[in-house]
């Protein structure tokens, strides 16, 4: 039986929009959306087994913007932020989930690789309601290191008091979520709209079935286990 549960944010608990319709939506100049896809890219990018530091997100920002010709200030890369994190949707029953996982006896933790500023990704996760049910939350923009680091799993651990083996990832990126805790000792639950995909996850989880599917991990400890083809 897990003592606790670690889930990502994006794709895992809430569906993450695209960043170039929020850059469009914030910056009227017909440049916006191919800065936007620059910026995803570059981020995109990010997400390889060696990706240890988190860069800081204002580089990114100007680096994009500058190869378009567009003027970057802070101001304009906080409002697409906030705009970007109001256009993702919260998954169907996520906060009835996170309350029974807490009646149960979990202790639930957040960790998420997030490139901006920590207050609008906490903000964001405040306004949906859903922060109060987590005993930690752990961005890497906050603490400098990006899943698939043990540094950025360590933090979680250490803030929920409990060791990998007693511990249960759930999330949606196979370097970040899966392997990176799967290096860690810990179990990992792969979120996928397509079941039966090549993972090292020892679980799968439908993204239209997250309810059910984690609790039935978690309360019998016996869910959806994997039988694809492993990567």
Known sequence: MYKAIVFDFGNTIAKSGPLANALKAVVVDEKAFVVGKQIEKEISDLYKPDQIKQPEWTDIWARCFQKSGLTFSEGIGRRHLEEFCRSNETLPNVEEMLIELKRIG??????????????????????????????????????????????AFEAVLGQLSVRPEETLMIGDSEIADIEGATEMGMDAALVTPKIDVKTNAKYQVAMDRLFEDVLAITNTGSGRENRATQL
């Open 106 to 151: 979990f202790k639930l933790g957040l960790l998420s690789n997030a490139t901006g500023p920590k207050e609008i990704f906490q903000n964001d996760l405040e306004t949906r309601g859903l922060a109060k049910y987590f005993d930690s939350v752990v961005w890497s923009c906050a603490i400098g290191y990006r899943k698939p680091s043990r540094k």
